[in-house]
């Protein structure tokens, strides 16, 4: 194992390395390689042996001279264009000593183009490519100045390799556009503009999802999603023509997608390699996407990825396009966790702005009634003194006055009771049970299907926060037995003993496809199996959790402290 780190650590060290010191470790490399085969293999003219020798030792000093250029500091645009110029010149003179055409030394055209995919991407590739081609063809030209007659082999490479450079050119051309694509896209990413607050959207998002259709490059984006203890299923499709937003019913489009699809990515219409071969099997492409959603939205081509987060959970469908690669399949994660945070924080930071105007009326209130309150109070006994000694006409006045000020005394007053008691509800215990029965009443309406409550004891009071908690824990859990299992009635179980409060939520669904038997929440954690949203919301609870489940219904019991 420690091994596979140092191994590891090791590769992320060289891919980190700056591409100048790689260009300059080539370069040295194959310069010197060079000189030792011209002295192994020299020309057969003299003159060109001894003009061989000194090139290829001067092109050796001078890699050897940016090779420790490049380890001291980064060479400015500048020395990296003079350096890009000799490599070329140097290259020339050594095959024009060396066979010209068919010189060995036109591996070099190869170093030369990369080296240029590194450093300017795909437009000094585009520029060099065409520039080492223009010199081989005048090497061609300048052939019959240094050879009587060309061989049947010289002829060849004279066809092959100008051929060979476009290929290779265009695919490195490729490879820089692709890379720089990413860059972009990454770029795109980290400016994501956030959920658009303070504009009265039914759906804060809509900016998000056009920056994300933009560097997606799809025309439409869909994004379904619901929010715990809401009656409804939201969807908002963004195109040109601006966003669409709409509520559903909570059983509409079912699980939106195939059930085995439910927590993957995948590209509708599927090919082999967009899906686990796995979770995919026995469901025919055009089923992957429930029917209603693809009649409904005219979804013929799509990427989607859901999200899963403690509060929302949904769905985003990149409409339109197909997959080019397995990047875009991640691409899609991101940007449906993405979304999927803009709108978890748009409902917590409506939250605090609750909670932060619930705490000004509190202060508020508190300052009238230190305040404001004493303050009238205090008029009010010097009107009813004063006008015991004035005339008729002025002490009616001044009732009249005192009037006013004591019906805004109980306004006041009012005010400051209604907002202590709000304050008060907050921290104070409340009965659990009818706060639970309400909320499963309205559950059982929704999904259609018949929900039983037991609490013991029947007077159990807990904190507010805690009684939160159980409703979101309560409300996921029957929706999934609904949803899921097809469930027609469900038993719940609340019970205090000892400090720990004991759910227990038990269903006559089909259970939970693939899983059969009792799963802990450590196992259920370890092979990321069951329901994800509820292991979740008891491990934040500082509870666990346990599953049992089989064809004929799911028992799921959790345990938090109160």
Known sequence: ????????????????????????????????????????????????????????????????????????????????????????????????????????????????????????????????????????????????????????????????????????????????????????????????????YGRGLEAPIESALAHAAEFMCVPRVLIIWEVLEEPFRASALWSSSGLKYSREPPDRFGLLVAEPLAQRSFEFPWRGRAV????????????????????????????????????????????????????????????????????????LRSELEEAAASRERERLARDLHDGVLQGLAAANIHLSLSADRVEQTIAEKLTQTRELLAAEQKRIRTFVENSRAQSKASAEQVDLAPDVQQMLNRLGQIWGCKIHLAVAPPGLRVSAETARNVRHFLAEAASNAVRHGRASRIEVSVEAAAGRLHLTIADNGAGFQSLHGSYSGEHLSAKNIGPFSLRTRAKDMGGTINLQTSPSGTVIRVEVPL
Not at 67 to 93: K, M
Not at 174 to 192: F, P, T
Not at 298 to 318: D, E, M, N, Y
């Open 276 to 347: 686990n071969s796995s979770a995919a099997e026995g469901i025919a492409a055009s089923d992957a996407i429930d029917k209603d959603l693809q009649h409904t939205f005219s979804i013929q081509k799509a990427i989607t990825a859901p999200f899963f987060l403690p509060i929302c959970r949904g769905r985003v469908f990149l409409l339109d396009r197909e997959m080019n690669d397995e990047n875009d399949l991640l691409l899609a994660e991101l940007v449906a966790t993405r979304i999927g945070i803009d709108l978890e924080h748009y409902w």
């Open 1 to 196: 194992m420690s091994l596979w780190v140092k191994y590891h650590a090791l590769s992320e060290k060289i891919f980190a390395l700056p591409p100048e010191r790689v260009i300059a470790f080539a370069r040295l490399t194959l310069t010197l390689f060079a000189l030792y085969a011209a002295f192994l293999d020299p020309p057969d003219d003299t003159y060109d042996a001894q003009v061989t020798y000194v090139v290829a030792s001067g092109y050796l000093a001078f890699a050897a001279l940016g090779f420790c250029l490049v380890l001291a500091r980064p060479p400015t645009h500048q020395e990296q264009l003079i350096a890009h110029i000799v490599d070329i010149c140097s290259v020339c003179l050594l095959m024009h000593f060396n066979d010209g055409p068919s010189s060995p030394y036109f591996i070099f055209f190869t170093f030369i183009l990369l080296s240029s995919s590194l450093r300017w991407g795909w437009r000094g590739v585009l520029e060099t490519t065409f520039l080492l081609i223009l010199i081989f063809f005048a090497f061609i030209l300048l052939l019959g100045s240094r050879t009587v007659a060309i061989e049947i082999a010289d002829l060849r490479l004279a066809i092959f390799r100008p051929v060979y450079l476009v290929v290779a050119g265009l695919m490195l051309c490729y490879v820089a556009a692709v890379k720089e694509r990413s860059r972009k896209q990454l770029a795109k990413l980290a400016s994501w503009p956030g959920p658009d």
